[in-house]
């Protein structure tokens, strides 16, 4: 070997040397400032699949590994957190909520506990005694195939309001389903919304009335505005500051529940403009702590005439993005508001609602695809979702130079089995709520049948086995926000009753990981910064009280959220 090539091999190794201990130096004269240690993560990072810490500098992760690894990282001012050994996973994504119905949801009374109408009556007098005269009083969470008897007077299993108006004479009463789908409202209600035997249904909606005309108090699906419209006149006399302040504390207990339930992304499934700017005055504030995905709820013209402006990517450290249209299509399948191809079971002369023209379905298709929006639009029943599959593909072969356009159903909780195929074959992604399958199942048969509600109610199983993205949420307020009992659903369908409703369709826990996780960060376009614990993604971690990947499956909905950690500070704690 010659002098010279002996000095150069001399000069390498001392070179590889000192990058070695230059990348050393650099974590230690560049701590972390957040280190979670001594945990079981489950990384959804095909490079590093497990690990047992995790190293975020600011609101990026900087290390994943071994305990030993990841300890470098930690400085004299680094936050170290002992995770005692608990289960930590990507930050949890509710892929479908109404984030200011969370917020708004503890100011009106909680009804989802009622037994029967009897008990909300009650509940609704209480109300009115402690509230100012004149003043709306509202609720939410009934539904009538949850009361454990049939109120009388009724039509369809809906009550009359004569009972309700009683109770509350001089205070209009509006009470919304579970599903949002429908409302009851009292006499006061409907005379200051000018609502009377011969007012007739708008496109979409139905009033109830009896057998003489007479509106019984029930409103479905876009008749609930009427009502609504008309007594927003008792709110009409705050002012703009008012509304200001009590939005944003809409907005603070909206962000608190969320972060409490380990969630540290969502997707606000509907809200016009001026709410997106509310939430950008908040997030410039650094005053809001979850991550939000907002779809956007106003006209296409608006839309088109505003998409430049209205377009936004990774506002306020990425706690903002806006890129989504909302429709819907059809209304509830509780409320026989879901659109299907065939009668209800119990309902011979219904097959639901079509709440949006198929001519605009297709003009806001035009417009978002032109403009660079994705599209997402609630259809629950079976020809909601054919038809809404029609739209998106006429609209992708019409445009076959747009692609990963990654549109998307909401709920698709009832699909004809041809259809099913589509949304793998499109790239429509499913965004689904397996905890409306439990909470549904039991009456889901009587609306459906047996043999439709077999072959296509809740098909998470054969939407994943035929090569759908599906990704998890919770539809809150219509249920809690919160996602593990949404985890436990869609690994067991197990209802309350204990009875499995078609457990052909469960998914594994991996499965039912992903949805909550990397699937949802999918179906946002957010794939590359959040959904799996990987180097350079945004630093946003759940960790549970309870490993819910392997323990007995009994013991899931025991589990609590321990830390909520986004972009790198843990902004929950369990006590």
Same mark, same amino acid.
């Given at each position: ?382 020809? $909601? ?12 072969? $019409? ?177």
């Amino acid at each position: 070997m010659s002098k010279k090539l002996i000095i150069w091999l001399i000069v390498g190794a001392v070179i590889a040397g000192l990058v070695g201990l230059g990348s050393f130096g650099a974590s230690q004269t560049e701590p972390a400032t957040l280190v979670l240690t001594n945990g079981k993560f489950i990384t959804l990072d095909p490079d590093v699949p497990t690990a047992e810490a995790l190293a975020a500098r600011g609101d990026r992760i900087v290390a994943v590994g071994a305990v030993e690894d990841v300890s470098r990282y930690v400085g004299p001012e680094t936050e170290v957190v002992d995770l005692q050994g608990r289960l930590a996973t990507p930050g949890w994504i509710d892929s479908h909520l109404h984030f200011m119905g969370v917020g708004e949801s503890k100011f009106s009374l909680d009804l989802t506990t009622a037994k029967n109408w009897d008990e909300i009556v009650v509940r609704v007098a209480e109300a009115v005694k402690n509230a100012v005269p004149g003043t709306l009083v509202t609720g939410r969470g009934w539904h009538q195939e949850k009361w454990n008897r049939v109120p009388e007077p009724n039509v369809g299993g809906m009550p009359v309001h004569d009972v309700l108006s009683r109770v509350s004479p001089g205070n209009p009463v509006i009470l919304t389903h579970a599903s949002g789908h429908s409302c009851l409202a009292n006499a006061r209600a409907m005379e200051l919304s000018r609502i009377t035997a011969q007012t007739p249904n708008p496109p979409g909606g139905e009033i109830i009335k009896d057998s003489q005309g007479r509106p019984t108090g029930a409103f479905l699906e876009t008749a609930q505005r009427l009502v609504a419209w008309g007594t927003a006149r008792s709110r009409a006399t705050r002012t703009a500051e008012e509304q200001e302040a009590e939005n944003r504390k809409i907005v603070e207990i909206a962000d608190k529940e969320c972060l409490s339930k380990g969630l540290t992304s969502v997707t606000d499934a509907g809200v016009d403009w001026t709410t997106v700017e509310l939430y950008k005055r908040i997030i410039d504030e650094g005053r809001l702590g979850v991550r939000l995905n907002v779809m956007l709820d106003e006209s296409t013209r608006r839309i088109a005439a505003n998409a430049a402006a209205w377009k936004i990517v990774g506002y306020g450290s990425d706690h903002l993005r806006v890129h989504t249209i909302k429709r819907v299509i059809d209304g509830a399948l509780g409320s026989r508001g879901a659109w299907l191809l065939e009668p209800y079971e119990d309902l011979p002369l219904s097959t639901g609602l079509n709440t949006e023209t198929i001519a605009n379905m297709k003009e806001t298709a035009r417009v978002a695809i032109e403009n660079g929006f994705q599209v997402a639009t609630h259809a629950i029943g079976d020809r $909601a979702n054919r038809e809404t599959l029609d739209v998106y593909e006429e609209a992708f072969r $019409a445009h076959p130079d747009k692609t990963d356009l990654r549109w998307r159903i909401e709920h698709a909780q009832h699909l004809h089995p041809a259809d099913i195929p589509r949304f793998g074959k499109l790239g429509v992604i499913a965004s689904m709520q397996a905890v409306h399958c439990t909470s549904d199942g039991p009456w889901v048969p009587k609306r459906l049948g047996p043999k439709r509600a077999g072959e296509g109610a809740y098909a998470w199983r054969s939407l994943i086995d035929a090569g759908a993205t599906v990704s998890n949420g919770t539809d809150s307020p219509v249920e809690a926000v919160d996602a593990i009992p949404g985890f436990y659903a869609a690994v067991t369908r197990k209802m309350k009753n204990g009875e499995v409703f078609f457990p052909v369709q469960k998914m594994t826990r991996e499965e039912a990981l992903r949805s909550y996780t990397i699937n949802g960060a999918y179906a946002a376009f957010e794939e590359k910064i959040k959904g799996s614990l990987s180097v350079g993604k945004l630093a946003d971690v759940t960790v549970f009280t309870r490993d819910i990947m392997t323990c007995p499956e009994g013991d899931i909905p025991s589990a609590e959220i321990a830390w909520t950690i986004v972009g790198g500070k843990v902004l929950y704690k369990k006590k």
